[in-house]
Structures are given as C-alpha cells and as structure tokens.
C-alpha cells in the first residue's frame, strides 16, 4: 500500500511541475495588459525608421516631433508574421510599404511604466489608408 501511494504523490507532482513550466512562459508572454495603459490610445503623426517582420510579434520603430520640434525615438508592437500574412500582409508587402522615411499616423497603447514603446493599434500611411493591423 505505502508503494502505491508514494507513486500516486508522484504522479500528481509531476503532472503539477508540468503545468505550472507549461504555464508560467504563456503568461509572462502575454503581459500585454499588464505592460501598456488600454485605456489611453495615442496617436501620432510619425516617420518611420525600422520595421522588422519577426516572431512573436513584428515591431515598427518611428521618430514624432513634439511640440518644440525634438525628436522622439519610439516602438510599437504589431501582431505576428502569421496574422498579418492571413490579414493580406506579407512580408514583401509590409516592407514595401514601410520602408525609413515613411510617413505614418500610428495609434497605439502606451506603455504604463512611460518609456517610448507601445502595442500598435492602427497604421495608417500618408493617404490615410490602413496598412497594417496591430494589436488590440
């Protein structure tokens, strides 16, 4: 009896040791909420400097003027390579389209510890057009 409980106790502790490795790198990929204020979207009228088609989420690196006419260098996040293929954006096409120089209205999600990144939202080129999907 004592062998068949110390092998029950064993097995639960496995199965318990794996889900909490399967869950732990899930969550602290998913900080999203966590990191960036949901509740205020900003937007601006920036240029483009950078755009990278990576795993796990694309980034967007743009420079906006502030009102005394000092650059800022800022980040967004986009959502994946795989979501914006499916969304008609490859990566031919996203690159095209956002090469350095570009002009771009971004609205994104600011980060909540208020340094220059944020999770995009909405990508517009100079004709107002949708280019990219972000993140919601």
Same mark, same amino acid.
């Given at each position: ?39 205020? %979207? ?13 795993? #796990? ?23 994946? #390579? ?16 956002? %090469?350095?120089?570009? #002009? ?11 340094? %220059? ?20």
């Amino acid at each position: 009896m004592h062998h068949e409980t110390k092998n029950k106790m064993l097995a639960i502790l496995s199965v318990a040791v794996g889900l909490l490795m399967v869950s732990i790198p899930a969550f602290a990929h998913h900080g999203t909420n966590i990191s960036y204020d949901h509740n205020r %979207p900003i937007t601006f009228k920036a240029t483009v400097t950078e755009f990278r088609y990576t795993n #796990p989420h694309c980034q967007i690196y743009f420079d906006v003027k502030d009102d005394k006419g000092n650059v800022e260098h800022w980040s967004g996040e986009l959502t994946s #390579p795989y979501n914006l293929t499916r969304a008609g954006w490859p990566m031919s096409r996203s690159l095209k389209e956002l %090469p350095p120089g570009t #002009p771009i209205t971004i609205t994104l999600f600011p980060s909540k510890a208020g340094t %220059p990144v944020g999770v995009a939202s909405k990508v517009l080129n100079a004709k107002g057009e949708e280019i990219l999907i972000g993140r919601e």
